[in-house]
Every structure is written in C-alpha cells, then in structure tokens.
Nanobody, 122 residues
Framework: QVQLVESGGGLVQAGGSLRLSCAAS????????MGWFRQAPGKEREFVAA????????YYPDSVKGRFTISRDNAKNTVYLQMNSLKPEDTAVYYC???????????????WGQGTQVSVSS
C-alpha cells in the first residue's frame, strides 16, 4: 500500500513558477514509476508528467514540455513537479500517482493522491 500526499499548490500570476511535492508512505516507493496529472473543471483528467522508478527516464506531453520538470528523491520518498512559465490554462487540480511508466502515460495508476489546486491568473 502506498499513500500519496500532494502539497505546494496555490495561486500564481501568469509567467510565474510553482513546485509541487508528493510525499509517499510505504517502503516500496522506489519500485514505482511516479506521475502527475491534472484536471480542470469540466475537462477530462490530463497526463502531465511521469518519471521512471530510477529517475532515469521522464515523459511529458507537448502541452508542458520545456516548462515542467518532474524529479524524484527516493531517499525522501518524494516526487516533485517544477512548473515554470505558468499559463492560465494550467489552472487545475494536480494529482500525484504511482504505477508503471506505460500505464501512467495513459492514465492508469495503482495509487492516487487527493490533489492540490493550482490557479494561474492572467
């Protein structure tokens, strides 16, 4: 069992930055690929980023590539999402997830966090 708790969301102006954190419980954190997703009101959940268990491979959709960076610290059981050059369309609830890399990239995860709100004003 893995429990995930996100933090770091908030309100930021367009062009600003935020760093989200996801703290995981359980001794098996390092065996999971980790991912971030987001869901805006009235829209479907969207894949944002994923990172392999070792941190050696990362994946992003074109909508965030070059602006968002996912990283992990297995010693701290934590995964991060650095978000730069934020746009109003990045406004959403951001969720952390654990699973395997191919599954995460299509929205399939073994565990989900409760989400943290990110709001970007224009």
């Amino acid at each position: 069992q893995v429990q995930l708790v996100e933090s770091g969301g908030g309100l930021v102006q367009a062009g600003g930055s935020l760093r989200l954190s996801c703290a995981a419980s359980g001794r098996t954190f390092s065996s999971y690929a980790m991912g971030w997703f987001r869901q805006a009101p009235g829209k479907e959940r969207e894949f944002v980023a994923a990172i392999s268990w070792s941190g050696g491979s990362t994946y992003y959709p074109d909508s965030v590539k070059g602006r968002f960076t996912i990283s992990r610290d297995n010693a701290k059981n934590t995964v991060y999402l650095q978000m730069n050059s934020l746009k109003p369309e990045d406004t959403a609830v951001y969720y952390c997830a654990a699973g395997n890399s191919p599954g995460l990239r299509v929205g399939v995860a073994d565990y989900w966090g409760q989400g943290t709100q990110v709001s970007v004003s224009s």
